[in-house]
């Protein structure tokens, strides 16, 4: 199959990324605009606690049942599907806009059925790249990934608030409709491959479901190094999101700034993503991807650790940290999805990804509950401290760890192991 990826592969992958592009363009606008709609209307930091919640469940909840679903469900249907459930629920936001008839509950269930069919979609996305993309050009097409999000994140929110002057909101939204339909064109006319199926499997049963579910957290539980790359991702989602959640106080309280000051933070963080993603779409990394995950760790690390280190007096060193850490992190992002990308069985690459993408959104709330009270004792830059130093001390174990540094070539033994049998 590889063989022959090689000689069109690029007009079938791209083709669908561009379109998917598209609609996460349009998902960043309606999202951007949803948030400003609770914003006004409710100035209550109840209600946009409780929109990210509603946002987190199908994730933390469903994704281990969906990513069994994904492998054994035609992928290319369910991102059809996914891409076009989530354009009918922005059509019933639209119609409920334009006839005044929106409540706060509506939103909040669209929320949640347009991130129920992301948890669809994304694992598809992801375990389909694999199939479609020659393992020697996946950390750079990784890399393209993590450049276009972070080219979304500092395009589409301000693109939103500009046509929010414009027009009204129901117009708004209906460019997701159009971007959906971008999106959905190009799945129409390419052919995804999909990995091989144990017939043995009776898809309908709930219990074969759950034997599924079963299979992929064993997958991991017997295969330690990938085990262990699953946890480090887990634990960077827990060390470093407080933090970033709890910037807008640090900017207010520590350096004594405003709106300007906090929107140039956001903004050097972005400008670092697209740096970051664009170095690695060109570079690919190491050869062994292993160790560019690791160093980019330890230097996300030490980038957090300028913010905590930086006095009142001190801001511009704040920037640096945050521009370095918005640069390490599509590295470190990039690096691990290839990894699991190029050495994942495909069948099991949907329950991978959904267990990674469960327990990293899980770590969300659950360490905001502990990071703020903790931050009241030691103070905000004390939790960047925390943070920065946990990245650091979780690099040097990666690169001390046997099972972590040698995930590449366990995954080469079971390949050809595989093969054999």
């Not at 390490?328 to 990894?339: E, F, K, R, Y």
């Not at 509950?369 to 931050?375: E, Y």
């Not at 920065?388 to 070539?409: R, T």
Request: hydrophobic share 50%; charged share 10%; glycine share 8%.
């Amino acid at each position: 199959m590889q063989v022959q990826l090689n000689k069109n592969w690029k007009t079938k992958f791209f083709s669908i990324w561009i379109g998917q592009a598209f609609s996460l363009l349009g998902s960043q606008i309606v999202q951007f605009t949803l948030i400003w709609y609770l914003t006004k209307e409710t100035g209550s930091a109840t209600v946009l606690a409780t929109s990210t919640l509603v946002s987190l469940l199908p994730n933390v909840l469903l994704a281990p049942f969906i990513g069994a679903l994904v492998d054994r469900w035609d992928r290319k249907r369910i991102m059809i599907i996914a891409d076009l459930l989530i354009a009918l629920v922005t059509l019933i936001l639209i119609l409920l806009f334009r006839v005044g008839k929106i409540q706060i509950w509506h939103i909040y269930l669209a929320m949640f059925l347009r991130e129920f069919g992301s948890t669809f979609h994304w694992p598809s996305m992801r375990s389909s790249t694999s199939l479609l993309v020659p393992k020697e050009n996946m950390a750079r097409v990784e890399g393209m990934n993590q450049t276009i999000r972070g080219l979304l994140n500092v395009v589409g929110p301000p693109l939103a608030a500009i046509l929010l002057d414009l027009t009204d909101i129901h117009n708004i939204l209906a460019i997701d409709i159009i971007t959906a339909f971008l999106a959905v064109t190009p799945l129409l006319f390419v052919a995804i491959p999909q990995p091989a199926q144990d017939q043995t499997d009776n898809a309908k049963s709930a219990s074969s479901l759950l034997q599924d579910m079963k299979l992929g957290f064993r997958y991991l539980k017997n295969w330690k190094g990938m085990l262990l790359l699953t946890f480090t991702a887990t634990l960077i989602n827990f060390l470093v999101n407080p933090g970033f959640t709890l910037t807008p106080l640090l900017v207010t309280q520590h350096f004594q700034g405003g709106a300007f000051q906090l929107s140039l933070v956001e903004s050097v963080f972005g400008i670092g993503v697209i740096s970051g993603g664009v170095l690695l779409s060109t570079w690919g990394g190491f050869k062994k991807r292993i160790l560019t995950t690791i160093t980019a760790i330890i230097g996300m690390g030490g980038a957090i650790l300028l913010i905590a280190f930086a006095s009142p007096s001190q801001f511009n060193l704040a920037l640096a940290g945050m521009l370095l850490t918005g640069f390490t992190n599509p590295i470190v992002n990039g690096s691990i999805t290839a990894i699991m990308q190029t050495n994942v069985k495909p069948e099991m690459q949907g329950r991978v990804f959904t267990t990674l993408n469960s327990l990293a959104n899980a770590m969300s709330p659950f360490s905001m509950l502990i990071a703020a009270p903790v931050a009241e004792i030691i103070g905000i830059q004390g939790w960047f401290l925390v943070g920065g130093l946990g990245c650091i001390i979780m690099g040097i174990f990666g690169l001390l760890n046997p099972d972590l540094m040698n995930i590449e070539e366990e995954g080469q033994r079971r390949q050809q192991a595989e093969k054999a049998s």
